[in-house]
């Protein structure tokens, strides 16, 4: 998988139509942990609770449902939720004091990986739900109320993006002009440090028509820029209307002729899965942005293996001048491990090697963290963590250098920039550079929605500084 980590608190779930809503319409907090598709799904459970009669807040105190959607990639990610877990039941009984209910529930990875675990180690926990099951939420949310603790968590045969509702239009305008669509879920490739194979499941690719619909519908909504998700997203593969099977190249062309959608974006890729009408797609297709996110975790042929990569380093780079000879301005960033079973200093300088001769625009780093149940956590001569710590601090400030030189070298050059948000400045407008760095603008540069030519003044420490040109 490798789809970036990021973190957004506290995400609220979804504000259907107001004017339909019951005036005692319940809240739900929801807390997203972890990945863009941890994003997506809660936005996705936002929807099946909006029309189920919830509105969102932000505010926890007043949720009458608190759902987690948490990660389980690394490191103490489920302990990090069982103290999250302990401060959320003492707001319970708070609640309960006052004669008012909080539901709590445990969606995502963690929940997947632990199931009932959950709620013997924290009883205040009424519902346990795992990423394949969402769309069964109202339903077992009706078991709760009478009384029930739910662990929902096998995989379900029905497909549950056939049973999620659609957001609603106002939904997605809310959500702004760039969205995430879910196109494919669950790997088969068992990097033995991964956990995602046994928490997503096996991979699973969305119909072509539900996947070009739901695009449309977020196009006509006002998106500008959808991101492709899925954990191993190239793998992608489906039948298309024209009754051929079709891979994730065929699908952006298709994507591409949506009117009003300008960017494209997919992640996360397995080098192995990086097929020539992909690579062509690149080349052929203006929407597809020239940013590709292809994690290769090492440097090292000995540590590629014991990873059970299924390609070299050199692999890498020859699929690397494949994709820059498609598009010669395409940023590449990547994800990378240190301090696997086994690797000795000589392994992580193939590595520092890699990232020398690649050049990154950006990239994720991170000590190896045994996952339990994974082939990595059974292996021989792990790494202290003091030679894990020393490792990431040179791969790191190499990798620092290498995305400061990617935001200098385009200072006085002129990109384009799709505005996104009002800054957190007065005045200004925040916009997002091909290559996904946050672009600051004067507000009167451009409305919310419109892509903008601007001459980058200056970077700042993950962002651009423009002016219109
Ligand atoms: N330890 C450290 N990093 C991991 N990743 C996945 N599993 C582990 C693990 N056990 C990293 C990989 C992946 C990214 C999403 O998280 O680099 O690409
Ligand atoms: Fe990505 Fe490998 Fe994990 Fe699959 S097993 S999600 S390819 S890191």
């Not at 968590?153 to 609603?168: C, G, N």
């Not at 690149?282 to 292809?294: K, T, V």
């Not at 780079?317 to 994709?323: E, G, K, N, T």
């Not at 540069?445 to 500084?465: C, H, M, P, Q, W």
Request: proline fraction near 5%; aromatic fraction near 6%.
């Amino acid at each position: 998988m490798d789809l970036n980590t990021i973190k957004s608190d506290g995400i609220g779930g979804a504000a259907g139509e107001p004017a339909m809503l019951p005036t005692t319409a319940k809240k739900v907090f929801i807390k997203t942990y972890g990945c863009q598709m941890n994003v997506y799904d809660s936005q996705r459970m936002g929807d099946a609770l909006a029309a189920d009669g919830y509105t969102a807040t932000d505010a926890i105190g007043e949720a009458d449902l608190v759902l987690l959607n948490t990660c389980h990639i690394r490191e103490k990610a489920a302990e990090k939720v069982y103290s999250e877990l302990g401060r959320i039941r003492d707001m319970k009984a708070e609640r309960a004091s006052t004669g008012r209910e909080m539901v709590i529930g445990v969606a995502g990875c963690v929940a997947q990986a632990e199931g009932a675990e959950i709620i013997r180690r924290s009883p205040a926990v009424d519902l346990v739900i795992g990423p394949q099951t969402y769309h069964r939420l109202p339903s077992v949310l009706a078991r709760v109320r009478g009384g029930e603790k739910i662990v929902e968590t096998d995989y379900a045969i029905e497909d549950k993006f056939d049973h999620l509702p659609r957001p609603e239009r106002a939904e997605i305008i809310k959500r702004g002009v760039t969205a995430f669509l879910t196109v494919q879920e669950g790997c088969d490739k068992f990097c033995t440090f991964c956990v995602v194979p046994y928490t997503r499941g096996s991979e699973v690719s969305r119909p072509a028509a539900r996947i070009v619909a739901e695009a449309e519908r977020l196009a006509e909504a006002g998106v500008r820029e959808v991101t492709l998700l899925g954990q191993n997203v190239n793998a992608w593969h489906g039948q298309g209307p024209d009754g051929k099977e079709w891979g994730l190249g065929r699908l952006l062309s298709r994507l591409a002729e949506i009117p009003g959608l300008a960017r494209l974006r997919y992640t996360t890729s397995h080098p192995r899965d990086m097929d020539d009408e992909l690579i062509a797609a690149h080349r052929d297709l203006a929407a597809l942005m020239p940013y590709l996110h292809l994690p290769v975790q090492s440097g090292s042929d000995r540590i590629l293996k014991a990873m059970n990569r299924r390609h070299t380093a050199k692999d890498y780079l020859a699929l690397l001048d494949r994709i820059r000879a498609a598009r010669p301005d395409i940023a590449l960033s990547g994800d990378f491990i240190v301090g696997f079973p086994g690797e000795t200093e000589a392994d992580f300088e193939a590595t520092m090697d890699l990232v020398r001769q690649v050049n990154y625009a950006s990239a994720f780093s991170f000590k190896y963290s045994p996952r339990p149940g994974t082939p990595g956590a059974e292996m021989a001569d792990h790494v202290s963590e003091a030679v894990k710590d020393e490792r990431l601090q040179r791969l790191q400030a190499l990798l620092l250098k290498q995305q400061q030189d990617f935001g200098s070298s385009l200072v006085g050059g002129v990109i384009d920039t799709l505005i996104e948000k009002p800054g957190r400045q007065a005045g200004q407008k925040v916009g997002r550079s091909p290559w996904l760095q946050p672009v600051i603008v004067d507000e009167k540069a451009g409305e919310i929605g419109d892509i903008i030519k601007v001459r980058i003044t200056k970077t700042g420490y993950n962002s651009l500084f423009a002016e219109l040109a």
